[in-house]
């Protein structure tokens, strides 16, 4: 199978029966070498983004996978110093390796899946074998998956809901009912990224990340997602992907417990994991309620994302080493979806149906030493209340698969650090997301309502004014989307001058980038504050924490920022657990 790299394709591509475009300019990228469609086998589309850099001619921009009749042909293009031509290389499973350690697998049977079936593979002397994992978010589920895959039975503990009961309780939240503080937008199956856009975009290059979009297409993903240049799962697909997620751990061995939350680790002379104490709201009305349970455990995954807060001060409690972290702070920007759509493509090819809703990605670097950028963009979305603790606001994003919906939403944030924190103290940076989700709470009228501004008040750092319409057409439309609703604010009430400040100086910088960014009719909603965790886990080579066979892992360990990263995070803390056990080569 090889590979056809850099193909232009028309956007009619991306229409159904686009197929024969695809296979046209795959016969007139290999006309050069002489191939004729009689030797072609199959084409097929392996990754494809947009190119709209001149807006007269907006395409798409692929890698095919092209099968020929004959091989011989295949090694003779792939000797013709093509640059565009290269073998195709499937992505490696994250458990190659395992089947040479136990030379019985091969005996029992094909698949690495038939391990589920035998009892819990040992683990070192004295260390129970059953790995524990807790957080069923990307991190923790990818972790589970791997080592149920390997036959160690992992057990999950997840302070939240079970998807369907999550999904419940959040849509009751944002229809007005009181804050759930164990499961809600950032707890429960799921993780906190489960009622969003499903972006699985990432900085990092990892070859697993192919491991993790497949097997989210096995639980039910839509299969573009394997293909596409920026792939996203949608709000409306997520709870059941990850159903499936949970239901194939099962099948292999491992365990759930829903509402049931890591309150201690309890460590041995030597200062390892010897077992750890939850609490499990199947018998009370609340954590606190809960007897206390002790687990024996030698190995723990910790994925416990970064709204953990107390799991943060019960690990600092228990001395396990914890450092500050930079992280982002600001709002969420609101525009019209379909002046994104002109700006990124031109008004003509934004009509194009093969063409989704368009997305953007801004960032600067300003003289006050401030970093500014837009994350998080969700297209065609709504504004997501996100907050985890009582008298908070905190705001994200989310969109359905379709991304249909009127506005478009980013996080528009400032960067901050230790100096910012006020304080030494490893968790300074919690108390610094506190007070500004306390500040914009009650600034929004302390029901859950946000605080909003418009950009042209903001920019004029007008307060208190109601919006001044520059004409009847953004008025009518651009409103916000916030689920709880908001209510019209200065946002220099809640945010620290510094953010307001920065956030100005950025707003012309980024019209230069995108044409509507500086529409002042566009809508802040405060406040942003959860981009990334505050607080880092420290960790050594061996992914293992200042607590011997404590993993720390994912988003809330501060080594990654997520999905995609998460979800491979916690594939290579379950590699390292075999390797420490022996069943993967080191
Ligand atoms: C609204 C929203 C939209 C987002 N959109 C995107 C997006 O489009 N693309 C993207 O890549 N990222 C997105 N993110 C970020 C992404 O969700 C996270 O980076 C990712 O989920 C991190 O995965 P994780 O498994 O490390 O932690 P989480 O997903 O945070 O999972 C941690 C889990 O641990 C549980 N937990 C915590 N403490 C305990 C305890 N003591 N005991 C038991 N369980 C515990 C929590 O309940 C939670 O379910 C979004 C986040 C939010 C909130």
Request: proline letters at 7%; aromatic letters at 6%; a negative charge.
């Given at each position: 199978m090889l590979e056809l790299r850099n193909i232009k394709l028309p956007l009619d591509s991306g229409l159904p029966g686009g197929e024969a475009l695809m296979t046209r300019a795959a016969l007139y990228a290999l006309a050069p070498h002489?191939?004729?469609?009689?030797?072609?086998?199959?084409?097929?589309?392996?990754?494809?983004?947009?190119?709209a850099r001149r807006k007269s001619d907006v395409h798409f921009v692929a890698t095919l996978l092209v099968e020929l009749a004959d091989a011989a042909l295949e090694s003779r293009l792939l000797q013709a110093g093509d640059k565009d031509i290269a073998p195709h290389v499937p992505a490696p499973d994250p458990l190659e390796g395992l089947a040479e350690i136990d030379g019985g697998l091969s005996q029992r049977g094909p698949s690495?899946?038939?391990?589920?079936?035998?009892?819990?593979?040992?683990?070192?002397?004295?260390?129970?074998?059953?790995?524990?994992?807790?957080?069923?978010?990307?991190?923790?589920?990818?972790?589970?998956?791997?080592?149920?895959?390997?036959?160690?039975?992992?057990?999950?503990?997840?302070?939240?809901?079970?998807?369907?009961?999550?999904?419940?309780?959040?849509?009751?939240?944002?229809?007005?009912?009181?804050?759930?503080?164990?499961?809600?937008?950032?707890?429960?199956?799921?993780?906190?990224?489960?009622?969003?856009?499903?972006?699985?975009?990432?900085?990092?290059t990892d070859?697993?990340?192919?491991?993790?979009?497949?097997?989210?297409?096995?639980?039910?993903?839509?299969?573009?997602?394997?293909?596409?240049?920026?792939?996203?799962?949608?709000?409306?697909?997520?709870?059941?992907?990850?159903?499936?997620?949970?239901?194939?751990?099962?099948?292999?061995?491992?365990?759930?417990?829903?509402?049931?939350?890591?309150?201690?680790?309890i460590t041995g002379a030597?200062?390892?994991?010897?077992?750890?104490?939850?609490?499990?709201?199947?018998?009370?009305?609340?954590?606190?309620?809960?007897?206390?349970?002790?687990?024996?455990?030698?190995?723990?995954?910790?994925?416990?994302?970064?709204?953990?807060?107390?799991?943060?001060?019960?690990?600092?409690?228990?001395?396990?080493?914890?450092?500050?972290?930079?992280?982002?702070?600001?709002?969420?920007?609101?525009?019209?979806?379909?002046?994104?759509?002109?700006?990124q493509y031109g008004a003509r090819a934004a009509a194009h149906p093969a063409l989704g809703a368009a997305d953007y990605k801004l960032s600067c670097h300003l003289p006050n030493g401030r970093g500014v950028y837009t994350f998080c963009m969700c297209p065609g979305g709504q504004v997501m209340a996100s907050a985890s603790e009582p008298g908070m606001l905190v705001t994200n994003g989310m969109s359905r698969f379709a991304r249909d919906a009127a506005?478009?939403?980013?996080?528009?944030?400032?960067?901050?650090?230790?100096?910012?924190?006020?304080?030494?103290?490893?968790?300074?940076?919690?108390?610094f997301q506190r007070r500004i989700e306390r500040a914009a709470f009650e600034l929004g009228g302390g029901t859950g309502s946000a605080p909003a501004q418009r950009l042209g008040d903001f920019m004029a750092a007008i307060s208190e004014k109601a919006p001044s319409p520059r004409g009847h057409r953004e008025i009518a439309i651009l409103q916000p989307s916030f689920s709880r609703g908001v209510a019209w604010r200065a946002l220099d009430d809640c945010l620290p001058a510094f953010v307001c400040d920065s956030l100005r100086q950025a707003v012309p910088l980024f019209a230069r980038k995108l044409a509507c960014f500086d529409d002042p009719n566009a809508i802040l909603t405060a406040a942003e504050t959860r981009s990334s965790a505050p607080v880092r886990i420290v960790r050594g080579a061996n992914l293992q924490s200042s607590c011997p066979g404590l993993y720390p892992c994912g988003e809330g360990a501060g080594y990654a920022g997520g999905i995609m990263s998460a979800a491979v995070d916690g594939l290579r803390v379950a590699q390292a657990i075999l390797r420490q056990r022996g069943f993967l080569p080191s």
């Open positions: 002489g191939v004729v469609e009689e030797q072609l086998v199959q084409v097929t589309l392996h990754k494809r983004s947009v190119d690495l899946e038939d391990r589920s079936a035998r009892t819990p593979a040992a683990a070192p002397q004295g260390i129970p074998p059953r790995p524990v994992v807790v957080g069923a978010g990307p991190a923790g589920l990818f972790a589970a998956l791997l080592l149920a895959r390997a036959g160690l039975q992992p057990l999950v503990l997840e302070r939240g809901e079970v998807i369907e009961q999550r999904s419940r309780t959040v849509a009751a939240y944002d229809a007005g009912a009181p804050l759930d503080p164990d499961s809600n937008v950032q707890f429960g199956e799921g993780g906190a990224g489960c009622f969003s856009d499903g972006k699985l975009t990432t900085n990092i070859p697993l990340c192919n491991y993790v979009t497949s097997t989210f297409v096995e639980a039910g993903a839509p299969p573009e997602i394997l293909w596409q240049a920026r792939p996203h799962l949608g709000s409306d697909r997520l709870p059941g992907v990850v159903r499936n997620l949970r239901e194939r751990i099962i099948a292999l061995g491992g365990t759930f417990r829903f509402g049931c939350m890591l309150t201690r680790v030597d200062g390892a994991l010897q077992a750890i104490e939850v609490a499990d709201k199947r018998d009370a009305h609340s954590f606190h309620d809960a007897t206390p349970e002790t687990i024996a455990c030698g190995t723990l995954v910790l994925a416990c994302g970064h709204s953990a807060r107390e799991t943060y001060a019960m690990l600092h409690e228990e001395g396990v080493d914890l450092q500050q972290k930079p992280f982002s702070v600001g709002v969420r920007i609101e525009h019209l979806q379909s002046d994104v759509n002109a700006a506005n478009a939403n980013a996080a528009f944030l400032v960067g901050v650090g230790p100096a910012d924190f006020g304080s030494a103290h490893p968790l300074a940076g919690i108390e």
